[in-house]
C-alpha cells in the first residue's frame, strides 16, 4: 500500500507540474492572446496569427514522438493524431479565408524566427531522452485549447465555422501523465519538454506582438 501511494503521490505530482506550467507560461497568460480574443482585435493581426500558427503547427508532429511500449499510451496517441488530423484541416480553411499575409516590416527576421521553432518543435518531437517527447506533446495539447481560442475568434471574424473540439480534456491528459510518469528521471523529462513547448508559444506570441506594433508604426 505504501507503495502504491508513494507511485500515486509522484504521478500527480508530474500532472501538477505540467498544469501549473500551462497556467503560468503557457499561451493563455500572454497578453496578444487575451487581445485576439476580443471583437475588437485588428483582422491583420488575426490574419498574422493564424499564418504564423500554420507556418509551426500546419503539418503532422506526433509520427516522430517515441512512444514506450506502452498499448494505452499507443491508443492514447493515436486518438489525439486523428483530432489533430482534424485541427490542422480547420487552420488550412482559416489560412486561406484570412488572405495574404499582412505586409510588416521585418518579414525576413520573423520567417527565420518561424523556421528556428519548426526545428525547436521537431527536435522536441524526435528526443530520445525519455518522457521528453511525451511532454513536449502533453504540453501543445494543453496550450492547444489557448490557442483554439485565438482560431475561433478568427473565424468569427473570417466567416468560417467552427467545428467541436475533439482534443483530449484536462482529465484525459491528466491519466495520461500519470501513467507515463512513472520514474523521477522520466517526470523531470516529461517537465523539461513541456518547459520547451510553453516556451516556444510565448516567443511566438511575443514575435507577433512585436510585429502587429510594427505595423502600427509604419
Known amino acids: 500500500m505504501a507503495l502504491q501511494a508513494a507511485s500515486t503521490n509522484r504521478a500527480e505530482g508530474v500532472w501538477q507540474v505540467l498544469a501549473a506550467l500551462a497556467a503560468t507560461d503557457g499561451s493563455a497568460a500572454h497578453p496578444l492572446v487575451a487581445t485576439l480574443v476580443t471583437p475588437a482585435a485588428a483582422k491583420r493581426d488575426l490574419a498574422d496569427a493564424i499564418h504564423a500558427i500554420c507556418t509551426i503547427h500546419g503539418r503532422y508532429l506526433f509520427d516522430q514522438v517515441a512512444l514506450p511500449d506502452d498499448d494505452t499510451a499507443a491508443e492514447w496517441f493515436a486518438a489525439v493524431t486523428q483530432a489533430f488530423t482534424a485541427e490542422r484541416t480547420y487552420l488550412a480553411h482559416l489560412t486561406a479565408a484570412a488572405g495574404p499575409l499582412p505586409s510588416t516590416p521585418g518579414q525576413a ?22 518522457g521528453c517527447a511525451i511532454g513536449a506533446a502533453l504540453a501543445l495539447i494543453l496550450d492547444w485549447r489557448a490557442i483554439r481560442g485565438v482560431l475561433d475568434a478568427a473565424a468569427e471574424r473570417f466567416g468560417v465555422m467552427v467545428p467541436p473540439r475533439e482534443l483530449p480534456d484536462m482529465d484525459g491528459i491528466a491519466a495520461l501523465a500519470a501513467t507515463l510518469g512513472d ?15 510553453f516556451a516556444q508559444h510565448r516567443g511566438l506570441w511575443s514575435l507577433l506582438e512585436a510585429r502587429a506594433s510594427a505595423r502600427d508604426h509604419a
Not at 109 to 124: G, K, S
Not at 183 to 197: D, K, L, N, S
Open 109 to 130: 527576421e520573423a520567417d527565420a524566427a518561424f523556421a528556428n521553432q519548426r526545428h525547436a518543435f521537431d527536435m522536441l518531437a524526435r528526443s530520445s531522452r525519455k
Open 183 to 197: 520514474t523521477p528521471a522520466t517526470q523531470r523529462a516529461i517537465a523539461f519538454g513541456a518547459e520547451q513547448v
